[in-house]
């Protein structure tokens, strides 16, 4: 047992941490705080995991009670920590500043949103998973009939994409997952600023299985993550798994430059042959698809400058304020 009261082994059980992002999110979380912990007991009860197991919110730098709410629940129950971050920094930073917070601390993580739209009893099934050896278990939601015909062709439409391009994301599974902490110890050492998960974590390897889930409507509370925020995430995504992109500009190219040469070759036969004529229309498109064709290229070229500008710099990527607890030994600086 460490000074503050928490072991860092659980009897032979895992020990185990579900790490909960918060944001503005006053009016969901005493629903969904009780309900998480109600879930963890029945766990614990079922000999799944230690009784030492606890539930860590990650405050991410709200503006309204979500963190007095956080502060409250740890005085009232054991099981319910929590860290805040000192300032807004994305649901990926939040989660990965939970993550990192639990290693060395537990023997197993489970990330979920705090909202309830994520089924809370796959946990259980999860836990069922990570027992019989898997090292991580993906949640992956089983369909998406709740979903507008705009968010289902997107959502397809992209998973689809990262694959082509390279990525390798689990189809239809977002954040809700369980890691073990071998899986966060080697997740440590990826160091990138950009974050994107889900994308990630397939990356670090070890066995992994899947639960199947049915995702739900947010029980209280607005979505942070408007069709804007959501297309920025998926560029993200891609541009942070791979450089195909750049590829297919050099090929791209190619093509056009191929192309351009026939023109001219075809320009100068035609004018050798004194039959020129005036093509304003043609030139200006020719103009216009190769500056717009540039424009794009450089667009692209520049997304992945801003990535290595961004990386160069490494910054920190949370910083902690307050906790609710200490921290045995402080073995990860993020
Ligand atoms: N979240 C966060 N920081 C943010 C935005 C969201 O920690 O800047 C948390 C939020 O509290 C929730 C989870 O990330 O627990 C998912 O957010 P949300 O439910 O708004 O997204 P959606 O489910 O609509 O994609
Ligand atoms: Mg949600």
Redesign the pocket.
């Known amino acids: 047992m460490n000074d503050n009261g928490l072991v860092t082994s659980g009897e032979g059980l895992p020990l185990l941490w579900i790490i909960?992002?918060?944001?503005n999110?006053e009016s969901v979380l005493p629903i969904t705080a009780p309900l998480f912990l109600e879930e963890l007991k029945r766990i614990i009860s079922n000999g799944k995991a230690s009784d030492l197991s606890r539930i860590l919110f990650?405050n991410?730098g709200s503006k309204d009670k979500t963190w007095e709410l956080i502060t409250e629940l740890s005085e009232k129950d054991m099981h319910y920590i929590g860290i805040s971050q000192s300032r807004?920094r994305?649901?990926q930073n939040?989660l990965l500043a939970g993550l990192m917070e639990s290693v060395g601390n537990c023997d197993v993580t489970i990330t979920i949103?705090?909202?309830g739209?994520d089924d809370i009893t796959a946990m259980e099934r999860m836990m069922d998973e990570y027992l019989s050896g898997a090292e991580i278990v993906y949640g992956v939601r089983s369909k998406r009939d709740k979903d507008t015909a705009f968010k289902k062709l997107t959502a397809e439409f992209f998973y689809k994409l990262v694959n082509v391009l390279g990525g390798e994301v689990v189809y239809n599974h977002a954040d809700y997952r369980l890691m073990s902490s071998r899986v966060l110890e080697e997740f440590e050492s990826f160091r990138e600023v950009n974050l994107f998960l889900r994308g990630m974590i397939p990356l670090v390897g070890f066995r992994s299985s899947n639960v199947y889930y049915e995702r739900t409507e947010?029980l209280a509370g607005e979505?942070?993550?408007p069709v804007r925020k959501m297309l920025h995430f998926a560029l993200d995504g891609i541009t942070s798994l791979s450089i195909k992109p750049i590829y297919m500009i050099v090929v791209f190219g190619c093509l056009v430059s191929l192309l351009g040469f026939v023109g001219v070759v075809w320009a100068i036969v035609m004018n050798i042959l004194g039959e020129t004529v005036a093509g304003w229309a043609s030139m200006v498109c020719i103009i216009c698809f190769l500056g717009g064709i540039q424009l794009l290229s450089i667009g692209i070229i520049g997304e992945y400058i801003g990535k290595i500008y961004m990386e160069t710099k490494r910054r920190p990527r949370y910083i902690i304020s307050e906790r609710t607890w200490k921290p045995y030994k402080r073995k990860y600086k993020g």
């Open positions: 909960v992002p918060c944001y999110e990650v991410d807004n994305g649901h939040a949103d705090c909202d739209q947010r979505s942070h993550y």
